[in-house]
């Protein structure tokens, strides 16, 4: 059996090594509350994140909780995007997480940023699925982080 479209990098070593996805942990501060409590704009906006990247959609679920405050998945062939808004402290959590080497999980965090007119965003990025060189199989190891962000 074949992995289906991993990911090759390289570490500093020269080694290489192969995983199965990006999974990128975003938080979205100072953002308008307005949109972040607004069902339509926050489902719109994740589903548009998902198309910026190029993924292929599969299904959304969305709920508007009382008094306030969005949580959301949007299902990808390459895996999930997910919220949850916090519209009275301007601050949004923001799951990104593909597979293969199809979409970028960066473009719909820069792409929800500006959305979410948020002033502040921070995101780190993780390797999921670290695949053992030698055996082919996933590493029993947790997650590597690929890289962090603040800005």
């Not at 938080?27 to 198309?51: G, Q, R």
């Not at 993780?126 to 996933?138: A, C, H, S």
Request: hydrophobic share 40%; with cysteine; net charge negative.
């Amino acid at each position: 059996m074949a992995i289906a479209s991993p990911f090759t990098t390289f570490k500093e070593s020269g080694k290489k090594e192969i995983h199965l996805g990006q999974h990128v942990l975003a938080e979205f501060f100072e953002c308008d509350p307005n949109i972040l409590n607004s069902l339509d704009k926050v489902e719109k906006y994740m589903v548009d994140a998902a198309l910026e990247c190029g993924a292929t959609i599969v299904q959304k679920c969305f709920h508007m909780f009382n008094p306030y405050g969005v949580s959301g998945v949007v299902i990808i062939s390459e895996s999930h995007l997910a919220i949850h808004t916090w519209p009275e402290l301007g601050y949004a959590a923001v799951d990104l997480f593909t597979c293969g080497d199809k979409c970028d999980p960066k473009i719909s965090y820069e792409f929800l940023k500006k959305k979410f007119n948020s002033k502040k965003a921070t995101f780190s990025e993780l390797k999921r699925g670290i695949i053992d060189e030698e055996t082919l199989k996933v590493a029993e190891k947790p997650f590597e982080l690929m890289q962090q962000f603040a800005d």
